[in-house]
């Protein structure tokens, strides 16, 4: 399958943005050499994690396109269909809120990554609820292993990145009005 140049220029800037921008962050040299700030370390493996994660939910959105489409024909299928895709899609809009807010260094970046995190249990619950309501089928027919599975596996690992969010000091420096400020004073 080939892809057209303007896809490869569409990969390029959701790649390439957020990478820059981290990669200026961690250039910059802090006021205090021993605060770690910015982009750097473990915190530069997470933000290229974040920006990424929008890519993910649009592979698993396309990924399950043929999957879609037979459903499209069953009763009731198309309602499951797109209800399936208000939930990815919304939480495509907080995946793609929560890495501007990293971008920009937001202090809200904490909370918004936690939201995220505890988006994901809700999401997968709330899908299985709509496909079992829907059909009328119960949970433990629609709901596989391999989905709990890699459900919980992504919750977890998550867990870990908020844990480091909320323990971490260069996360702590990084996100936080007083170092926002300071910079822009600095910078007049």
């Known amino acids: 399958m080939q892809f057209p140049i303007w896809h490869w220029a569409i990969l390029l800037l959701l790649i390439g943005v957020p990478v820059f921008f981290a990669v200026r962050s961690a250039i910059k040299p802090s006021r205090n050499p021993v605060d770690p700030v910015g982009f750097g370390g473990w915190l530069m493996l997470l933000a ?3 920006a990424l994660s929008p890519l993910r939910t649009l592979a698993e959105m396309g990924a399950s396109r043929e999957g879609y489409s037979q459903l499209m024909l069953v009763p009731n299928g198309p309602m499951v269909v797109y209800g399936e895709i208000a939930l990815l899609l919304a939480f495509l809009v907080l995946q793609l809120v929560v890495a501007v807010a990293m971008l920009r260094r937001s202090p809200w970046f904490k909370q918004l990554f936690v939201a995220q ?27 596989t292993g391999n989905a709990i599975a890699t459900s919980t596996a992504s919750f977890v690992l998550a867990g870990l990145w908020v844990a480091y969010v909320y323990r971490s000091v260069r996360v702590r420096n990084t996100f936080t009005r007083i170092r926002a400020s300071t910079e822009v004073a600095n910078a007049s």
Request: aromatic share 10%; glycine share 10%.
């Open 48 to 50: 290229i994690g974040q």
């Open 117 to 143: 995190w505890l988006a994901i249990p809700v999401i997968f619950i709330l899908d299985a609820a709509l496909v079992s309501t829907v059909f009328g089928v119960p949970v433990g027919q629609v709901v």
